[in-house]
């Protein structure tokens, strides 16, 4: 997935679940690392805490040579205030992802914290 316009920015925070997704499944890391701010912190589960893009491209790259793909799940509504939204998807095995995501100075929504399970 190279085409600039699979590449469109989230407009909504509640699309950048789905778009992670969606690039994760078509093999498209860059994609999927437009969708976090430069700083973003990812909390994987392994016990440490990955900050910036440079650092989650490499946690994507070892998830994509496992072959292991991202589950689709039960989007909850996002719960916005202010240019802040709390994103969260409650998954088919029962874990619930939950993330925060930030309004950008043109409108469009990042990921600024993502944790994969809360339970």
Not at 53 to 78: H, V
Not at 88 to 102: F, M, Y
Not at 105 to 119: A, E, P
Request: charged content about 30%.
């Amino acid at each position: 997935m190279s085409d600039a316009a699979s590449r469109e920015p989230a407009r909504d925070p509640q699309d950048l679940e789905r778009m992670l997704i969606e690039r994760q499944w078509a093999g498209d890391i860059e994609g999927m690392l437009a969708l976090f701010e430069p700083d973003a912190v990812v909390d994987s589960g392994a016990g440490e805490l990955t900050r910036g893009r440079e650092a989650i491209c490499g946690l994507f790259e070892k998830s994509f040579a496992t072959g292991l793909k991202f589950q689709r799940g039960e989007r909850r509504p996002a719960l916005v205030n202010g240019n802040l939204a709390l994103t969260s998807t409650k998954l088919p095995d029962g874990g619930i992802t939950t993330e925060v995501a930030r309004r950008q100075n043109d409108g469009t929504w990042l990921w600024v914290i993502d944790r994969y399970s809360v339970t």
